[in-house]
């Protein structure tokens, strides 16, 4: 279904000073001032992005402080996101398009909505912080759409040039329950290789496609999806495609491993499994879709089948492996070769995380291979924010993090 912005006030910031959006100011302001704490937390996005309101970064902290002190959870979301941008830098050409993507109810934000341009066949997915870049474009209007599974698909239009970013409220039908949808994760291989092929096109066939592309490791997400059984389509130019069932259940992940080939030969099967409840509690296919970084899961480790736990970290680029002495006997130690500003611009350690809880002094490989569910690796920047910053008892600095999940009985 899709809904056409001059008819709800949901598309905010495509056209200049839109009668919707300062109805929709209005709206969240009275309701804020009344104490409907999701409505300051919509406001504040408003006011973040400029959308259909002077853009004041000050009254946006303020608005996310509010909402985050009332309980508020993605209030203190936006508030840590806010926070983790640079300063405000003017833009002076006024051809780059950027914009947000998220919840009209919540203002939490969306990722993984695909905003589409069809005029110029540019298409981009919103990342962990519901952000869109569109990159420069030629001045000019254009038409473009915002699509997300499990909200109602909206369209605008899209000036250029125009300095305050746009931002899509994106509303769920009428009915829906989030809590009852399900989601496919996934990761797409080169001809039965253990190397992720990026940019593939990922399609839900249905009345309304949904769709979305592998990143550069291959892994690929899908969520917010009506329980059903349904026809998913992979496609890359050079590349023969591929099309394969998946019954999605309420509530669940369904894990999709996918092998191309440049020609059309015979392959392994594409395999569809009920994906881990507890990798899905820790929120390690949310940061598969959003988040910079190496991972493995189950399936990965049984393909590898390292003799220690840290075979596995010396297939991430920019890792190494090395031993240190610990309490008088050799101990893994987890380095990171990129050069990270950490006061002499050499290499550091990576902090390892067991089951969420930070390992000082721990050698990983007293970890068993067989008993690991998941593993990521983040480096620098890459870093998901709630693992940032953790301060070693020497004073130092990790640049980056290993996060390890065990196996559940």
Known sequence: MKTKSVLVAAVLGLLPCPLASQDTERVHRERCDDGELLSCNVLGLMYETGAGVTRDLARAVTLYQRACDGG????????????????DVPNVDGFLRIGRIADAETGAPVSDASVELPGVGLRAISDEAGRIELGRLQRGRYRIIAQRAGYRTLEGELPVPWDAEFLFLLHRPAGSEPLGLGRIFGRVTDEG??????DVEITVMADTPVRTLSNPQGRFALTGLQPNEMKVRFSRLGYAPRTTNVRVEPGKTMEVRVSMSTRPIELE????????????????FRRARTAWGSRFTRHDVELIAPKVASDLLSRVPGVTVGVTSMHGRPATEIVSRRRIDIGDGGSCHLRPYLDGVPMFDWDFDLLRPEDIEGLEVYQGLGAPIEYRNLVDPDGTFPCGVVLIWTRRP
């Open 193 to 198: 290789g253990i190397d992720g092929l990026s």
């Open 72 to 87: 508020v959870m993605v209030g203190c979301t936006r508030l840590q996101l806010t926070r983790r941008t640079g300063p």
């Open 269 to 284: 099967p594409i395999v569809v499994t009920v994906g881990s409840a507890y990798l899905d509690r820790t929120g390690f």
